[in-house]
Every structure is written in C-alpha cells, then in structure tokens.
C-alpha cells in the first residue's frame, strides 16, 4: 500500500515554519540554542495561547502549517515525544519541591502528560479519529511513523497527520549535560566528519507530517515501507532493507541515498559509518543533526530532508556527508538508531 | 489474517501478585485501597491501591542486584511481563515486539533527586526518567525482540498498548507481542490529581450518585498476543480472543469528557464493528469508572448511547485496585478475561444509588454468569478512549 507525503512543517532552530534551511541553513555553533519562534497569532488565537506551554504552540502551528489548504477530512494524529511539555512538568514539579504538596497549579500538571500534544492537536482541528503518543526515546517519532504506515497497510486510514515534538529546556539541557549527552564546547561543523569525542549539540523539533493514500501534485514523496528494529545485527538489517526495497520494487544499486542521524558524538556515528560500510559503500550519505541539533525528535528531520531531496530532486552540498555516485535522487533510505538500541529504517521514493 | 489470541497473562497491582491472587480478592470482594506505605508523600490522608511490595522486594523477587538502577514503574513491569511470558510458554524472541504504556516513567526517583541532579548526585537516574527507559529494562528480560515501543496516552496507555501489538500482528509486521502497561504511584501525580479536585478522600464510589472522585492505584499488567494459528503451530494454550478494539479521540477537553461521551461512544461502537458482533451480543462491560463526576456520567451517557435499552452486566474495578492509571488498561484487561474464563461477574464496590440524569446500576455483588464476549473501556486525559472486546474461543 503505497502513501504519500503531502506536506511537512517545520519550527526548530532553522527558520521556522519554512524550508530555507535546504537553501540557506543556518550553522548554529553554541552548544545549546533554542528555536526561532513563528508569528503564532496565524495559528492559535492569542487567548487560547496564553494557556499554552511553547511546545503546545509549536506543536499546533506546525501541525496547521502541515494541513495549510486541506479541507480532507483526517483519520488520525499520532505524536512521538520522548518528554512532552517538559518545560511545564519542571513548572509542577519545582514548585512542589520547593513549596511542598498543597495549592500547585492544575494547569501545570495538565500539561505535563506526553499525549497532552496530541490531544491538543485533535481538539483545534475537532479531530475523533485514531489518536495515539508514542515516548520511546529517539525513535519517538519513527514508532508514530510505523503505528500510522501499518494501518495505511491494513486499510483504517485515508489520512493522517504524524508529529514530532520535543523542546530543550535549560534545565533539561543541564541534566543531559549532566550524563554526556552534550559536547563541552562550541560545535564547529568539522567535528561532525571526524568525531573522536563523546557528545552532540542540542536541537529542539516540532515537526508534522501530513501523509495520504493518493499522490497529488503536491506530493513530497511516497513512503513505501518501513521497519523497527532493537539491538539488530548486519543481517537483520540486511533482511529489513531487502523487504523495504521488494516493496519499493527496486533493487539494493538503485539506492540513490541514505540519511543517517551522524550527531558529532562518536559511539553514535560509529554505527553509521560501519553500517554504510557495509551496505552502502557508494551510496551518498546524507545528514541533518549538524542543521537540527540533537533531541528525542530529531530523526522526524531526517525524513523531511529525505522528502524535500526527492521533491526537488537534488542533495545540496551542505547535506552531504559523504559523496557518492552522482544521481538524480528517486530513492533515499532513512536510517535513525538511539544508542545503537532501537533502530529504524524507512523507503522513501519519488 | 487469522484471529489474534491470548496466550498469557501477567498481573501485580494492590490485590496482589499474578491472577490467582487477584482473582480471588475479586471473588472474596475485599479492596485493597487504604494508607500509602511506600511513596513519601504529605498526603497520606488520601487512599490509594499500593503494591504491598517494596521495591527492594521486588528486586530480590527479580534476583536483580542490589545497586541495580531501576525505578519503580519499571520493576511492577518486570514482575508482570515474566508472569505473562512464563504462562505463554514464548521462548523464542523472533518477530516479537514489546509494546508498553506508561506516563510516569521514572518520575518516582526523578521527583526524590530532582534537585540533586543538578549538584551532580544520583545522576544515573537522569537516564532512566523517560518512558522509554523502564520499557528497555523490563523487554531486555526477554533477550534480544525484534522491537520495542513505548505508548503514553495517559489512563489510556495499557489499552493503546494492545491495539498497536494487534495491529503489529495483524498487519505482518510481528508474530508475537507482549503488551500492556506498567505505572507506580508517584507524589508528581499524586498532586496533579489533587491539584484537579478529582480524588477521593474516602474509598471511591464509581458510577454512584454521591461519587467524589478516584482514589489512584499502581500496577503492572501484561498480555502475550499471538496469530491464532502461529500460536497453536508452537503448542501454545490459547485463552481466549482478542476479538476487536478501538481507538478514538474525544476531541473536546485536555482533562474533561464531552457530555455526550463521544470518544466513548466511538471507542465502544469501533471495537464491537472489528469484533463484528452486535451491542447485545457483550454479556460484561468492565468499565473506565473512575468515580469522579465527569468521567461516570459521560461514560454512562455512551453506553447507553451504544446499548440503547438493554445495557449489559457492567461494574468498575478500580474500588479495588484504585486507579492503575498508565496500567489501567492492561490490569482491567486481564480482570477482565480472568471474569470470562471464570463465567464471574466482579463487584462494583461502594454502590448505592444511581446516577440521577443515567440511572444506570452496576453489578453491585459478584456473581456467575455464562460470558462469551466481555468489553474493558480505558478513557485518558485529553480524550484519548479506547476499548478492546475479548471473547471466548468457541
């Protein structure tokens, strides 16, 4: 069953709500940076978005700038999110920590259930349909991608939207620095080709994908499968890849691309850089973590820099991570793992 | 496709540990819902359905080491997921995922080190503060799966868990899937709950007139789920059918349900549709009921608008257990096959009077009745309902 990806959306530290970071990306060098915030007025009204958390704005802004001119009626929302609206769950929290079990602010607790976004999403756009979250760390937003292709496959949906939200707060910035998460100084965008240290750059994404049955003009691309993994061996990988390409009726030369979540932290990129060994030692790699950061939600990017590829049917340069033959792309593999744990990897064609 | 089966089952919540135990504390008709022993809270006026174990005991139970960093949530999981993989008899971990629901993660310990953290101390538990986390802990007792996910859809995370491995199965992409949710008590939730004015001071009273809000509870609960005929090709024991489910978003409110119980009403109406039987042929309802105002008048205002005249056999577990929040789904569901493999309806405990605008009265004592196809509904925070109809292979 094939599906298509009608629109993406974007609000991260590129320019939001746009696509000029695949012309004009921005290089970000601090270790830790937050989005660059939309006009929210286009989106949410001014008194509903005084209620809400940032992540809650971000997450509905992109997921209306996804659907912009869709009148379709829309079967499911599904959302990754490793943490939710952290930023609102540290609001509750702090303030029974340090104010003790009495008078804590309900609204505060309300938003800091992970489906809160989701739910949020169906209420503004008086969705009933099939509404799921998934928290599973960084392969949050390729669970949401599965539970959505699988029922495309078993024919309960026409259409969807598929989200990715997570936000950096300074606190939880702070923690992961705590545990290695970060590097210790300002990124420079070589340390991605040669990484001989520990830890990433902080990234904060909300995405939203809106996919349907039918390819339209407007079609990014399609999706022709994808597969979960944990902890796999090279064979297991191999056999994943040998289904996507059978559905995608191609063969392993007709690879045009492969993105990996390459994130500058060296036992991270190890796992890529052995893999496309393996498998792919000609193909073009492609990143996206040098432009996004890294988060719980970085891996919805990688998608959409694979869809806006073969939309326009070009790799610019500044995605390239390692050159390949030259071609025009039509197939791009995404390959996403979170320590070399949960692994995935997605057929997109176009 | 063939049918989804039921192959095994794992429980640990306030009435006890595996479905021997709590099934007879239903049939015995005594909650357990009472003082909190083990969470550290100011709020111990408030009842709740607390595991009796502590997680030390349920460490050594687990012959983890002592120094192991493993929260709460997590360990009920464990305990849980070896019950229901043992009563599978599943042995071989090819094209088997793990589905797991929970909210509260590693919030127990986050919430004891929180400030500590940032001074550089317990900060292994910074790591285990995700969903994601506890789900990887407990799977790996498995060996290598072919996949893990983590749902959180609030009180609805458990049942969403079943739908996904369904689907999973159903749609090729797994053979096997061990599915549910785990949530320990947390002092977090705890206040968020009492922050809404929806707990209950004294035991809960579901569906009645004079109800004042839920009293929460913690466990874990597993089902192992397999194709029909892959499980029986295994020599597996089939228990009963996963018969249909569904998913549905209330669309109205991030804490209230709609008057009219439209996610209910849709989650009932979708589940009976996949089962592809009609309202009469449900013999037990093992409600949501919560016991706070909102969620029994909604959900009584859908049930009827799903069985019309002649509503079915119904009661709300959660004055035993309280409510399991995150796990909710997955401990009704094994009540409730455990209520269809015994032919024995469960009390609604603390019942007295009806709701006025409903009318609607539960199964006030337990009894033996002949069931071939029992609903379990899980309603979550910001409408996220889903039902699922298990029902006897005949």
């Given at each position: 069953m094939a599906v298509y990806i009608q629109s993406a959306a974007q609000i991260s530290i590129q320019s939001p709500l746009c696509d000029d970071w695949f012309t004009d990306p921005i290089l970000r060098e601090e270790r830790y940076f937050r989005s660059e915030e939309p006009d929210f007025k286009q989106y949410v009204d001014p008194m509903s978005a005084r209620r809400m958390g940032r992540l809650l704005k971000r997450a509905l802004a992109s997921a209306k700038k996804a659907l912009e001119g869709e009148t379709a009626t829309l079967d499911a929302i599904v959302t990754g999110t490793g943490l939710g609206c952290i930023e609102t769950t540290e609001k509750f929290l702090l303030a029974m920590l340090k104010e003790g079990e009495q008078a804590l602010p309900p609204s505060h607790f309300?938003?800091?259930?992970?489906?809160?976004?989701?739910?949020l999403i169906a209420q503004h756009l008086k969705c009933h349909g099939y509404n799921n979250t998934y928290t599973h760390r960084g392969t949050s937003f390729d669970c949401a991608l599965q539970d959505v292709l699988m029922q495309f496959d078993l024919?309960?949906?026409?259409?969807?939207?598929?989200?990715?939200?997570?936000?950096?707060?300074?606190?939880y910035f702070q923690l992961f620095d705590q545990i290695g998460y970060w590097k210790k100084e300002d990124v420079k965008s070589e340390m991605f080709h040669n990484a001989s240290s520990e830890g990433s750059f902080a990234g904060e994404v909300s995405a939203t994908f809106l996919l349907e049955r039918d390819r339209t003009e407007k079609s990014l691309c399609r999706l022709d499968g994808q597969v979960l993994m944990y902890q796999p061996d090279e064979l297991r990988v191999r056999e994943a890849i040998d289904?996507?390409?059978r559905k995608g009726g191609i063969g392993w030369s007709d690879v045009d691309?492969?993105?990996?979540g390459y994130n500058a932290a060296r036992s991270n990129d190890e796992v890529y850089a052995r893999l496309m060994e393996a498998l792919f030692p000609d193909v073009t790699q492609i990143y996206y973590k040098h432009l996004f950061g890294e988060s719980f939600s970085a891996s919805a990017m990688g998608y959409y820099v694979a869809a806006l590829c073969l939309k326009r049917g070009e790799v610019p340069s500044h995605l390239v991570f390692k050159k390949g033959r030259?071609?025009?792309p039509k197939h791009i593999l995404v390959y996403n793992h979170f320590q070399n744990k949960d692994h995935s990897v997605a057929l997109l064609s176009c | 496709m063939g049918r989804i089966v039921v192959t095994g089952m794992g429980i640990v919540c306030s009435l006890g540990c595996g479905t021997d135990k709590v099934f007879s504390a239903l049939q015995r008709g005594v909650p357990c819902v009472g003082t909190v022993r083990h969470l550290q809270t100011s709020h111990t006026e408030l009842p709740v359905g607390e595991v009796s174990m502590s997680n030390e005991e349920m460490m050594s139970m687990l012959d983890l080491p002592s120094d192991s960093v493993v929260t709460r949530t997590p360990l009920l999981g464990m305990v849980a997921f070896k019950q229901a993989v043992g009563q599978a008899?599943?042995?071989d971990a090819t094209r088997t995922v793990f589905v797991n629901g929970t909210t509260v993660g590693g919030m127990e310990k986050s919430e004891q080190y929180y400030l500590e953290f940032f001074e550089g101390k317990h900060t292994e538990y910074i790591g285990a503060h995700d969903c994601g986390a506890g789900t990887e802990q407990i799977g790996r007792l498995f060996g290598r799966l072919d996949a893990m996910l983590t749902i959180s859809t609030a009180c609805s995370s458990a049942t969403n868990s079943i739908i996904v491995g369904a689907n999973m199965i159903r749609s090729g992409r797994a053979k096997a899937a061990i599915v549910g949710g785990t949530e320990s008590l947390s002092k977090f939730h705890l206040n968020g709950f009492n922050s809404l004015m929806i707990l209950d001071g004294e035991p809960c009273k579901p569906f009645d007139q004079g109800r004042n809000g839920l009293n929460l509870g913690e466990g874990a609960a597993y089902l192992v789920i397999e194709e029909e005929e892959s499980a029986l090709e295994r020599g597996a024991k089939p228990l009963c059918l996963l018969a249909g489910y569904a998913n549905a978003c209330d669309a109205f409110h991030q804490t209230a349900t709609s008057p009219e119980g439209e996610g209910a009403y849709l989650a009932m109406t979708g589940a009976l549709k996949q089962a592809g039987i009609s309202p009469a042929a449900i013999d037990y309802i093992n409600a949501h009921g919560t016991g706070t105002g909102n969620n029994d008048q909604c959900e009584s205002v859908a049930i009827k608008r799903v069985f019309g005249d002649s509503v079915?056999?119904?009661?709300?577990t959660k004055a035993f257990t309280g409510h399991t929040t995150s796990a909710a789904g997955s401990v009704e569901a094994v009540i409730s096959i455990l209520s269809l493999l015994n032919n024995y309806i469960p009390a609604n405990l603390n019942f007295t009077s009806p709701i006025e605008e409903t009318g609607l009265t539960p199964v006030t004592q337990g009894k033996n009745v002949d069931l071939h196809h029992v609903m379990s509904n899980s309603f979550g925070f910001g409408g996220n309902d889903?039902?699922?109809?298990?029902?006897?292979?005949?």
């Open positions: 309300m938003q800091s259930t992970h489906n809160t976004i989701g739910s024919g309960a949906l026409s259409s969807a939207l598929v989200c990715a939200n997570d936000e950096m707060t300074e606190l289904e996507l390409l691309g492969v993105v990996c030259t071609t025009t | 008899g599943l042995t079915p056999d119904f009661s709300s889903s039902s699922c109809i298990f029902s006897k292979i005949e």
